[in-house]
């Protein structure tokens, strides 16, 4: 069985997460696609994130209906720094030895893979799927395998989604008292208007 593994503060989750998972789960032959919100960003530590619990509400709300996309906490139970290598670990050990692992990933933070926590041992134990973002160019993976060597051999590029969305855009528009009907899902929109959320 082939499991996709989406992480990500979801601050908040909007449509063009819901297209990639979309998209890699047609594409790979997905039998699920585990949403896995972050707990503590050891790369974004400095960032103000919403708290975990509207986070994990709100990825609830967006996947409703939707039974190959699950929600997994195991990183908002995790007491400290999240890195992705500890959550593939723990996963693996949950899943069967014949089921693999599908890290879906952003073009973006493909770039800064060589400054993950052990990007070795995370490609070792499943397999990425990098997907594009607008205004972002393709990652170099020539200049990437020479700093982890085996990556080429272990990931998918997919050509889309061009997903044209962002979590700071949605918080802005809030922010200004614009619409974002077409940025998240209604139940997701609806959480964030009677939350009162990022209004501040």
């Known amino acids: 069985m082939n499991i996709g593994i989406l992480g990500g503060t979801f601050d908040p989750v909007h449509t063009g997460h819901l297209a990639v998972a979309d998209e890699a ?5 997905l039998a699920e696609v585990l949403f896995v919100p972050v707990g503590k960003p050891w790369l974004k530590a400095d960032a103000k994130i919403l708290p975990a619990e509207h986070r994990h509400k709100m990825v609830k709300l967006a996947i409703a209906g939707r039974p190959c996309f699950k929600l997994s906490t195991i990183e908002l139970e995790r007491e400290g720094p999240t890195y992705t290598v500890d ?19 952003g073009w973006d933070n493909l770039a800064n893979l060589p400054r993950w926590c052990q990007p070795e041992r995370l490609i070792s134990m499943c397999r990425l799927v990098a997907v594009p973002r607008v205004g972002c160019p393709a990652p170099n993976l020539d ?6 060597p085996g990556l080429s ?34 139940a997701v929109g609806k959480y964030i208007t009677e939350q009162g959320l990022y209004r501040d």
Do not use: C, W, Y
């Open 87 to 105: 959550t593939i670990v723990e996963l693996r050990r949950r899943f069967g030895a014949g089921d693999e692992l599908l890290f879906i990933i």
């Open 153 to 186: 051999q272990r990931i998918i590029m997919l050509d889309k989604p061009q997903i044209d969305i962002s979590a700071s855009l949605i918080r802005d528009r809030v922010r200004r008292g614009l619409s974002i009907n077409h940025l998240v899902p209604e």
């Open 143 to 148: 200049s990437l395998e020479a700093v982890i």
């Open 25 to 29: 789960a047609s594409r790979l032959g």
